[in-house]
């Protein structure tokens, strides 16, 4: 009797199995969610993006500075912010004001559901890009710019060299240089040996460092943002040159150009009276 029930709902789950759709398939939208060192399992998305995407109306109340998302107050002890002031929301809190989270098996994506809309948000991979021409860091999860900001690199005889390598595995809150009188060098990340991005008070435009990455401490603190955001092992690419001396050269060819426009002036000039002279000589011989 067993074997013949099997029989029979064989096909039928089958075709749900072939049918059932996958957990990303599911969804309108997929986003790169926003992890942080301290706590790598919780992840998070832009308010304001999750919002759209779900169709919730998102209420800022201006006098208490809360906000409430799908008619629930955000607990504002949850939320993280980006450099640039945008508000970060964990799923955990989504699923709290009305979403349902399920998870992919291998815990790397979440789809949050609500009413019939649907969107992925997925564990994406780290990086981070250090442009040593002009100056800036950037640092992505998945296409997602999480970071931008300017730094300040190894000057001439200490230059930070270029090339790829990754976070670590010295990665302390305040580190002390061993080789310049023990300076602070508060949210240290290592980047090879003696390398490190750490924040510093003050971070002009161009290179001023013994060959560390300085990022500021200063406004919403990218240096502490970067810390709190990156892994051990997340890689990290150094590119670029300073371009002091192309800069250089362009205004000395930009000051040289005066200087030869003159002296074709004065050339053409020449020959044009040389000219006039020739031509007022030969008029008054045949006189």
């Known amino acids: 009797m067993l074997d013949a029930l099997a029989a029979r709902l064989g096909p039928v789950l089958l075709a749900l199995t072939i049918s059932a759709p996958r ?3 599911a969804a309108s939208e997929t986003l790169d969610g926003i992890s942080f060192a301290e706590d790598p399992h919780m992840l998070f998305v832009p308010v304001e993006e999750i919002a759209s995407a779900l169709g919730w109306e998102m209420q800022l109340d201006q006098a208490s500075e809360q906000i409430s ?5 955000l607990d504002a002890a949850y939320l993280r912010k980006l450099t640039n002031g945008t508000l970060l929301v964990p799923l955990d809190e989504l ?39 002009n100056q800036s860091l950037r640092a992505y999860q998945g296409a997602r710019l999480v970071l931008e900001s300017s730094i300040s690199t190894g ?3 200490k230059k930070t060299p270029s090339g790829e390598f990754k976070a670590g595995p010295v990665k302390l809150p305040m580190h002390r240089s061993r080789l310049y009188h023990n300076a602070p060098m508060p949210w240290s990340v290592q980047v090879h040996e003696n ?17 560390c990455i300085r990022l500021p ?4 603190n990218p240096a502490k943002w970067f810390y709190d955001w990156i892994d051990i092992g997340t890689p990290i690419g150094i590119k670029g040159h300073w371009p002091a001396a ?42």
Do not use: Y
């Open 217 to 220: 401490l200063a406004g919403a």
């Open 195 to 211: 390398i490190f991005i750490h924040g510093f008070r003050k971070v002009p435009r161009h290179p001023s460092s013994h060959g």
């Open 95 to 133: 699923q709290r004001v009305g979403a349902t989270i399920t998870w992919s098996d291998d815990g790397m994506q979440a789809l949050v559901t609500s009413d019939h809309k649907k969107v992925a948000i997925q564990f994406a991979n780290k990086r981070v890009e250090v442009d040593l021409a």
């Open 155 to 157: 000057r001439e005889g």
């Open 69 to 73: 998302l799908n008619g629930h107050l």
């Open 23 to 25: 957990l990303g398939a």
């Open 246 to 287: 192309t800069v250089r050269v362009e205004r000395s060819a930009l000051l040289a150009r005066p200087f030869i426009q003159k002296v074709v002036i004065v050339i053409v000039t020449m020959i044009a009276c040389a000219t006039i002279i020739f031509f007022v000589s030969r008029a008054r011989g045949k006189a």
